[in-house]
């Protein structure tokens, strides 16, 4: 099973500033990484798939990168509806996983 | 626009059984690779079961294989999750997503399971 790494735990952010969260998988996915994004009693949001590529309706202030093993998802500059946990996944290899989550919250 | 109900939720004895059931709108749902995730309570996200769009197909997590059914009614658009010898541990939110694409661009709202004496 590849595990997947989400650091830091917690990101604390002022509104407005840049905010860049990291994902690594314990072996090579390719580019086969997705980002969502969560908040309190709501369903997951698709964000970014292939790496880097942005799902429907997301703003472009939203950006993800790399491949292999070491991805990031970055914020440009965050607005107050950004708060939320973000989860990275795998789908590269069965069983797919996630990563633990790195909560954005407010500084 | 796309819907996924989850219904089926509520709380049940340890060692007991529920279904889930996932209600499927705005897509064709004979066409999409289905599956269940959970999380549970102030925890992550967990893949649980994948289903091919015409239910010949299905894998299960570790966690789960053996206890766990996944199947789907492309008739009536929906999918199931027959969920037995219930443990503490399958205490969650249960999400029924499409994963067609690999990745989960279409998440219904969840139901919450819990088990408990």
């Known amino acids: 099973e590849i595990v997947m790494t989400q650091s830091p735990a917690t990101l604390s952010v002022s509104p407005g500033e840049r905010a860049t969260l990291s994902c690594r998988a314990s072996q090579t996915i390719s580019s086969k990484l997705a980002w969502y994004q969560q908040k309190p009693g709501q369903a997951p949001r698709l964000l970014i798939y292939d790496a880097s590529t942005r799902a429907t309706g997301i703003p472009a202030r939203f950006s993800g990168s790399g491949s292999g093993t070491e991805f990031a998802l970055t914020i440009s500059s965050l607005q107050s509806e950004d708060f939320a946990v973000y989860y990275c996944?795998?789908?590269?290899?069965?069983?797919?996983?996630f990563g633990q989550g790195t909560k954005v919250e407010i500084k | 626009e796309v819907q996924l109900v989850e219904s089926g939720g509520g709380l049940v004895q340890p060692g007991g059984s529920l279904r889930l059931s996932c209600a499927a709108s705005?897509?064709?749902?004979?066409?999409?690779?289905m599956n269940w995730v959970r999380q549970a309570p102030g925890k992550g996200l967990v893949w649980v079961s994948r289903i091919s769009n015409d239910g010949s197909d299905s894998v299960y997590a570790d966690s789960v294989r053996g206890r766990f059914s996944i199947s789907r009614d492309n008739a009536k658009n929906t999918l199931y999750l027959q969920m037995n010898s219930l443990r503490a541990d399958d205490t969650a939110v249960y999400y029924c997503?499409?994963?067609?694409?690999?990745?989960?661009?279409?998440w219904g709202q969840g139901t919450l399971v819990t088990v408990s004496s």
């Open positions: 705005g897509l064709t749902f004979s066409n999409s690779w």
């Open positions: 997503a499409d994963g067609s694409k690999a990745y989960y661009d279409y």
């Open positions: 996944q795998q789908y590269n290899n069965w069983p797919r996983t």
